[in-house]
């Protein structure tokens, strides 16, 4: 992994105060940017990622030489066109990719802090990308924008932050974890925690890492990311490689096949502990109760336009949550859109091609950004 | 640009907050934030047209008017318009109620079944009339509760809903709607533009 040289980075030297209560400091966060920063500093998008993604958001991921995980929507002419807007990503606290996190290498045991490294938070998280607008020396963010996990972020960053975003865009996401969801993670985190080269979490990385329980982790959430509509259509009961069924528990249908191959390849790029530990920052997300039960107190300073999107097939985040955001936003006058976008994708469609989002999202945002320039909002 | 939204458009005072309940494309959205200073919101059931409005940078939900105006705070909105869509509501009298509620002035035109071209159809030919504004055959309308303008009229007086102005629309001609002048506007009005209050 000499790759990991490649990677941008900041250290964040004073103290960030986590949830948790223990306090980091002199830590990195990773980041990458796409396109230019013009002279006014007027035209930046942060982009958040979701649970396994990363900052390398677009074009050719330098350490996994795969593509970056919203290849469609970030890059020239694409949703978030990178020959208007400067777009920047940073891999989360608790992340894999370069920011500080269960991974990173304890120079007192040369060993990877593991589950010693604090419990974090979407608020945390967003605290410490907060950083990156010092750093590019940004008043004012045009966009914040995200799916998913990244959605979530969306919403903490508005909240904590009023008026350094014009923009938000939270897609399929929720204000409030939901137990289903807290429950999907808890079966993933109870497959890496059985695996016996978890060691408690402090396994190495190097001889040994809890590949099959992350494996099985990353092959039951992977369900939850499509529909079923969609299983049965791309699968339906096809064989693998046979004309009939073996009388075995070798993997007979392709869906079997498929979901094998997802989890074999994921552990190859994420680490275990990474994945418990944002896992949980996802359960533990409830901006609602951050605000006494009042959803609409999170962005009652708010002067952010808002555009939320959700899918018609994706029940892990369904359209009627990120309705509940909708409602709340109406509740105090906030300006917003919001549109259902009609996919059989499931969750998974904000990464997929799905040419109405793209186009909508594309759209609005360069409507938007000459609205406001014109009109001085 | 539709003489309608002109109408609409001068009955709203600059600086206001206003709601487009089924606002379409948009178009009468950007009416008003080009000639008006007014910060205006739109709610929307089509998806394709929601998509549209936000492509042009709207502020517009998707939603079912019928269901989807409970989550609007009372009088949020210094205007709530509805044009043209109140006959295709399943309970436009519950529609109207919360317009009411959410704004605190509201302007719904109707399109008039009333006009004499309908009622000589409908005399003469015996045949529900197609229209330029009701352009759709009796088996696949929208429009599930046309009403003309004098029943318009009367549902506000027997609700007790003030009636601050009411402007008759023919072609381009536009024209006050009186208690006196009522039984005869409603016979030549293509459109009838209310601006009513609780």
């Known amino acids: 992994m000499s790759n990991f040289d490649k990677i941008k980075s900041i250290t964040i030297k004073q103290p960030l105060k986590l949830d948790c209560g223990k306090e980091i400091s002199n830590f990195p966060l990773a980041y990458e940017t796409y396109g230019n920063l013009n002279e006014k500093k007027d035209n930046a998008i942060l982009v958040f990622h979701a649970l396994t993604g990363d900052q390398f958001a677009s074009g050719q991921n330098p350490v996994t030489n795969k593509e970056g995980w919203w290849n469609y929507a970030v890059g020239p002419g694409k949703a978030f066109d990178t020959e208007k807007f400067f777009v920047i990503c940073a891999n989360v606290i608790g992340g894999c990719m370069g920011s500080y996190g269960p991974g990173t290498i304890d120079p007192t045991t040369n060993n990877p802090i593991g589950t010693n490294f604090p419990v974090i938070t979407i608020n945390d998280m967003v605290n410490a990308q907060y950083n990156l607008l010092d750093h590019f020396k940004i008043e004012r963010l045009f966009a914040v924008a995200g799916g998913s996990m990244g959605g979530m972020q969306v919403l903490q960053f508005v909240s904590n932050f009023p008026n350094k975003a014009k923009v938000a865009l939270p897609i399929a996401c929720t204000a409030s974890h939901s137990a289903q969801n807290i429950a999907f993670n808890e079966l993933g985190r109870q497959a890496i925690m059985s695996d016996t080269n978890w060691k408690d979490g402090l396994y190495d990385g190097k001889t040994s890492n809890p590949d099959k329980g992350l494996a099985v982790a990353r092959m039951a959430a992977h369900i939850t990311y499509l529909s079923k509509k969609g299983l049965q259509e791309k699968f339906g009961r096809n064989l693998q490689e046979r004309s009939d069924l073996k009388f075995g528990f070798d993997a007979d249908f392709q869906i079997e096949s498929y979901l094998r191959y997802q989890g074999s390849v994921f552990v190859d790029r994420f680490d275990a502990n990474s994945y418990l530990y944002i896992t949980r920052a996802m359960d533990y997300f409830d901006l609602t109760k951050q605000h006494g039960g009042n959803l609409s107190q999170a962005f009652k300073d708010s002067k952010t336009k808002f555009f939320i999107i959700s899918f018609t097939s994706d029940w892990l985040y369904p359209t009627s949550e990120n309705k509940d955001i909708v409602i709340a936003l109406n509740a105090i006058g906030a300006d917003v859109g919001f549109v259902e976008i009609k996919t059989d994708k499931g969750h998974d469609s904000f990464l997929l091609d799905v040419p109405d989002f793209l186009s909508t999202i594309k759209n609005y945002l360069s409507t938007t950004y000459l609205n406001i320039n014109e009109r001085r909002i | ?198």
């Open chain 2, 1 to 198: 640009m539709k003489e309608e939204f002109k109408v609409i458009s001068k009955l709203i005072d600059e600086r206001s907050r206003v709601l487009d309940v089924g606002c379409g494309d948009g178009i009468l959205m950007e009416y008003l934030s080009k000639n008006k200073v007014v910060d205006v919101r739109g709610l929307e059931i089509s998806k394709e047209k929601v998509k549209k409005c936000l492509s042009n940078g709207l502020a517009v939900v998707e939603g079912n008017a019928e269901y989807d105006l409970k989550q609007f705070p009372d009088l949020s909105f210094d205007y709530v318009i509805l044009s043209q869509t109140l006959q295709a509501f399943m309970s436009p009298e519950n529609v109207i109620k919360d317009l009411l509620r959410v704004g605190k002035k509201v302007i719904v035109t109707i399109p008039n079944f009333g006009h004499w071209k309908i009622r000589v159809d409908l005399l003469f030919k015996g045949e529900m009339p197609i229209t330029k504004n009701l352009p759709y055959e009796w088996y696949n309308t929208p429009n599930l509760h046309m009403c003309t303008i004098q029943d318009f009229y009367n549902f506000c007086n027997n609700k007790g809903i003030n009636i601050f102005k009411t402007i008759s629309l023919n072609g381009q001609k536009t024209s006050k709607i009186t208690a006196s002048n009522l039984k005869y506007k409603n016979l030549i009005s293509e459109l009838g533009i209310f601006l009513l209050e609780k």
